[in-house]
């Protein structure tokens, strides 16, 4: 009998991982009953503010350590980041959503705004321009999955505008709020950074792309792609944000649950 299929397929031990970084299909042909896998799903991470303006939000994350799978073909959607703001009176986009079938759904991450309006609510809130609002985390828990999202930061006093919110933690004046470190591949990797706001440079840690200085008058750096990063916001001066990074789904089993006691796949080793 086949072992199951899709992603991007690696082994840690007697482990076996799927690494989803685009949209397809996750077939298991069967799975040992009372078995369980480690599900992670990380949403697209919200475009930064233009003009001065916010990071990014963040990727919604869920995270299931002992998810009772079966057998079946379930669909994965990978969600791609949001695009930078291109006019100050327009935020950065959401990021799309990530799923696993129906079962697990993370929230696409929050636009960053400009001075001119309040940040979007995402997966992670995206950071306001000075003297705006920012955005919220709607990340819900689902299905027994844990959920990682916070809000963006309120922009201050001119010039400062907020940091997109982490799935570790809220942005800030100063930086895009922290991601979460999660070791489903392996190895601890850092996911969900919120994008860093126009003068604080500074993005999440998990893939948070870098907001403009006034040094460097530029656009807002991109979110790393697959980590779910926010944007960083751009420059004053009609400078765009940077985009937001993508999301990614992993799965995690113990290789032996998805062989038949009766198999033969052994049978030549």
Same mark, same amino acid.
């Given at each position: 009998?086949?072992?199951?299929?899709?992603?991007?397929?690696?082994t840690?031990?007697?482990?076996t991982?799927?690494?989803? &970084?685009?949209?397809?299909?996750?077939v298991?042909?069967?799975?040992?009953?009372?078995? &369980?896998?480690?599900?992670?799903v990380?949403?697209? *991470?919200?475009?930064?503010g233009?003009n *001065?303006?916010?990071?990014?939000?963040?990727?919604?994350?869920?995270?299931?350590?002992?998810?009772?799978?079966?057998?079946?073909t379930?669909t994965?959607?990978?969600g =791609?980041?949001?695009?930078?703001?291109?006019?100050r009176?327009?935020?950065?986009?959401?990021?799309?959503?990530?799923?696993?079938s &129906?079962?697990?759904v +993370?929230?696409?991450?929050?636009?960053?705004?400009?001075?001119?309006?309040n940040?979007?609510?995402?997966?992670?809130g995206?950071? =306001?321009?000075?003297?705006?609002?920012?955005?919220?985390?709607?990340?819900?828990?689902?299905? *027994? =999955?844990?959920?990682?999202?916070?809000?963006?930061?309120?922009?201050? +006093?001119? !010039?400062?505008?907020?940091?997109?919110?982490?799935?570790?933690?809220?942005?800030?004046?100063?930086?895009?709020?922290?991601?979460? =470190?999660?070791?489903?591949?392996g190895?601890?990797?850092?996911?969900?950074g919120?994008?860093?706001?126009?003068?604080?440079?500074?993005?999440?840690?998990?893939?948070?792309?870098? *907001?403009?200085?006034?040094?460097?008058?530029?656009?807002?750096?991109?979110?790393?792609a697959?980590?779910?990063g926010?944007g960083?916001?751009?420059?004053?001066?009609?400078y765009?944000?940077?985009?937001?990074g993508?999301?990614?789904?992993?799965?995690r089993?113990?290789? &032996?649950?998805?062989? !038949? +006691?009766?198999?033969?796949?052994?049978?030549?080793?």
């Open positions: 009998m086949a072992l199951p299929t899709g992603g991007t397929i690696t840690d031990g007697l482990y991982v799927h690494k989803f &970084t685009s949209s397809g299909n996750f298991v042909p069967y799975f040992k009953a009372g078995a &369980t896998a480690a599900v992670l990380v949403a697209g *991470g919200g475009g930064g233009s *001065g303006g916010g990071g990014g939000g963040a990727g919604g994350i869920l995270y299931h350590s002992g998810y009772s799978l079966s057998s079946g379930f994965i959607t990978v =791609a980041g949001g695009n930078g703001a291109t006019d009176n327009a935020n950065g986009t959401n990021g799309n959503n990530s799923s696993f &129906t079962t697990f +993370a929230y696409g991450g929050g636009g960053g705004s400009s001075s001119s309006l940040a979007s609510n995402g997966g992670s995206g950071g =306001a321009g000075y003297g705006k609002t920012a955005g919220s985390a709607t990340q819900n828990s689902q299905n *027994g =999955a844990t959920a990682y999202g916070n809000n963006g930061s309120n922009g201050g +006093a001119y !010039p400062a505008s907020g940091g997109g919110g982490g799935a570790g933690g809220v942005g800030t004046t100063s930086a895009g709020g922290v991601g979460i =470190a999660n070791s489903i591949t190895s601890s990797v850092y996911y969900g919120g994008g860093g706001a126009w003068q604080s440079d500074l993005g999440g840690n998990g893939g948070g792309g870098q *907001g403009a200085t006034t040094t460097n008058s530029s656009n807002g750096s991109p979110g790393t697959n980590t779910g926010g960083g916001g751009g420059a004053e001066n009609d765009d944000g940077g985009k937001g993508s999301g990614v789904l992993i799965v089993y113990l290789t &032996t649950d998805a062989i !038949p +006691a009766s198999s033969n796949f052994f049978a030549f080793f």
